[in-house]
């Protein structure tokens, strides 16, 4: 799409830290976990360069396939506590192992329940109790459908130089935001489906009706 490229103000690194990483199920691996001074929402995001991410940007730099990035919103309630009410903490699980598998960079935004918070998130899970779909509950509470807002994500990887990227995403919004924020989108890989009796709703409401691609007849 031709859209008008936002000036994207400069974030610069802040810190540059090692972290192993062990998941419940056992998968292991190794972060670069990087900090930012100059983040335009003064919150504190997180990227995470997995694998060989360094080869990773060498390779796009001589024309080779961009480094794969997962912009992950932050779920408290799935990432941390397993919650099955959504799909987050299983879709957190996958890109982490697939980029570090490739190289390349998930980016951790401190933006739960699509930008709404957590309290209001836990609010909606209420009205959805009562029946709403996951979007219709975020209306009813006087909030946007989704407020989620990718410029952060842009400005952390123009910091680490991905200025191109195949972004590991069934969202089609991630990729129209960031292409309009200067990061040009290669490629849009599809990550698996982690549907469970308590989320199917959720993600038929997110298929049905921001156009996510995701196959839940296949699951
Ligand atoms: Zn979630």
């Not at 990087?34 to 997995?50: A, M, S, W, Y």
Request: hydrophobic residues 40%.
């Amino acid at each position: 799409m031709i859209e008008t490229s936002t000036v994207v103000p400069v974030a610069t690194e802040r810190t540059r830290v090692r972290v192993p990483l062990r998941f419940a199920d056992g998968y292991s691996t190794t972060a670069d976990v990087v900090t930012f001074d100059g983040l335009v929402d003064g919150r504190e995001h997180l990227l995470l360069g997995l694998g060989d991410w360094r080869a990773a940007l060498d390779r796009a730099v001589d024309g080779g396939p961009a480094p794969l990035v997962r912009p992950h919103s932050e779920c408290l309630t799935g990432d941390v506590f397993g919650s099955e009410r959504c799909d987050c903490g299983p879709q957190l699980r996958e890109a982490v192992e697939r980029i570090a598998d490739e190289g390349g960079f998930l980016l951790y935004l401190r933006q739960e329940g699509r930008g709404i918070g957590l309290y209001a998130k836990l609010d909606a899970y209420a009205l959805q109790d009562s029946g709403l779909d996951t979007y219709e509950a975020n209306v009813a509470l006087g909030r946007g459908e989704d407020e989620r807002d990718y410029t952060v994500a842009a400005q952390m990887l123009r910091a680490v130089g991905a200025d191109r990227i195949r972004l590991l995403s069934n969202n089609p919004d991630k990729a129209r935001q960031l292409e309009a924020l200067g990061v040009a989108v290669a490629e849009q890989v599809r990550t698996g489906v982690h549907v469970s009796a308590a989320n199917h709703r959720y993600l038929e409401a997110k298929r049905d009706h921001t156009a996510h691609t995701i196959d839940l007849s296949a699951a």
